[in-house]
């Protein structure tokens, strides 16, 4: 069954526009008293949301939430007019800071909460905010952490390994191996290539399993090396992880003679980076991602405003908060109840298409890129719509 939302259109957050949400009958809530706030606002809307970030953790990961409340920020700006007042608290990146944080926002009156980052910190606000009933819409990546009530707005590795591996099915590849990192990350990714490549009738010939100890490749190279046996007899293979770790691969297999003219290299969202996308060595790989004009135009945006280029995930506070604002503009009364946040169509924000589901995990409509050694070009466009595009 479609939610009032359906009937109207799919969300659109992108860029520099509005929200193009159609509006619900009902008139919008009049607030009465607010309780008094405490520390930092952003906004003077009358509906108020928390934006629970590590402002002052250790290990450099304040930094990380001093970007996401300036891209908060630049969203607002955009939105002069919204009803909207976040209410900026400190998790200190811990489950303890982060359930304090909730806790403070929600007795302040936030009616959600944005927020937080890192997963000990969201385990510990989706307590508070469960309790409360308010619901919760976090930036990690830890899958473990969702729930009802508690959405992952974030890029999550599950989505991008479905459409890569879906993409390279419809072009008639069958026979998959894998180079897959240990720890949580490599879990995820594994148990979800394992299943797109079943459900696509394809089979897997290895999976290489490897550790990454700092800067120490010797167990990726050996690893690698263990794919030689396998190399004439599929052609994808997988190298989900980002960073140095595709430019290795690839140049240990060239070194021991392997034949890569009939192999197609299949990355991840986590190949979105110059370091990658610019390497000759990789030219002609395979990866997925969500769609970057929408990102461009606000990296370019915040570089303006603040100096210095954002990193990639900080679109999410900008798409969250901007979300926020279409809800209180446009479904009233009804705003963050779990049949709007979880509306099937979907909202359309400034990384493409995206949904939450009832069990707090996200799907996202994401874009096919090929490397060229000079960037990247778009194989197969993002989707706009759920039920077209999946």
């Known amino acids: 069954m479609k939610t009032a939302l359906a009937g109207a259109s799919t969300m659109l957050l992108g860029g520099c526009m509005g929200s193009t949400l159609g509006s619900l009958p009902g008139d919008q809530v009049q607030p009465g008293v607010q309780p008094q706030i405490t520390g930092e606002v952003i906004g003077t809307g009358g509906v108020r949301v928390g934006l629970l970030l590590p402002l002052a953790s250790a290990g450099g990961n304040a930094s990380i939430g001093t970007v996401f409340k300036n891209s908060a920020a630049l969203a607002l700006q955009n939105f002069p007019s919204a009803d909207l007042q976040l209410l900026v608290k400190d998790t200190g990146g811990t489950a303890e800071g982060g359930r304090a944080a909730a806790q403070a926002a929600i007795a302040e009156g936030a009616e959600l909460i944005l927020g937080p980052v890192f997963s000990p910190a969201v385990a510990g606000a989706a307590q508070a905010a469960r309790a409360t009933g308010v619901p919760v819409i976090a930036f990690s990546t830890d899958t473990s952490v969702a729930a009802r009530g508690v959405y992952l707005l ?88 980002g960073s140095g770790v595709p430019a290795v691969a690839v140049q240990t297999l060239v070194s021991q003679g392997a034949n890569l003219g009939n192999v197609k290299i299949l990355g991840s969202g986590q190949w979105d980076s110059p370091q990658i996308k610019n390497n000759p060595v990789l030219a002609g790989a395979w990866f997925a991602g969500p769609e970057d004009k929408g990102f461009l135009a606000f990296a370019q945006r915040y570089q303006s405003t603040y100096g210095s280029a954002p990193p990639r995930n900080a679109s999410l506070v900008y798409d969250g908060v901007t979300l926020a604002a279409g809800l209180i503009r446009s479904a009233g009364q009804q705003r963050f109840e779990q049949r709007i946040l979880t509306n099937r169509d979907g909202f359309i924000g400034i990384d493409g298409l995206f949904r939450f589901q009832s069990n707090g995990l996200n799907e996202r409509g994401l874009a096919v890129y090929q490397v060229t050694g000079k960037g990247t070009q778009v194989i197969s466009a993002a989707p706009r719509d759920f039920r077209t595009g999946f």
């Open 154 to 241: 974030s890029f999550l590795p599950e989505t991008d390994t479905k459409r890569i591996i879906g993409y390279a099915a419809s072009q008639q590849k069958r026979s998959y191996a894998a180079l897959i990192p240990e720890g949580s990350y490599g879990a995820v990714v594994e148990a979800a290539f394992r299943q797109e490549v079943g459900r696509t009738a394809g089979r897997i010939a290895t999976i290489q399993r490897y550790k990454l100890n700092g800067s120490d490749t010797s167990d990726l190279v050996a690893k690698t090396a263990g794919l030689k046996s396998v190399m004439g007899n599929i052609d994808a293979l997988f190298i989900p992880a």
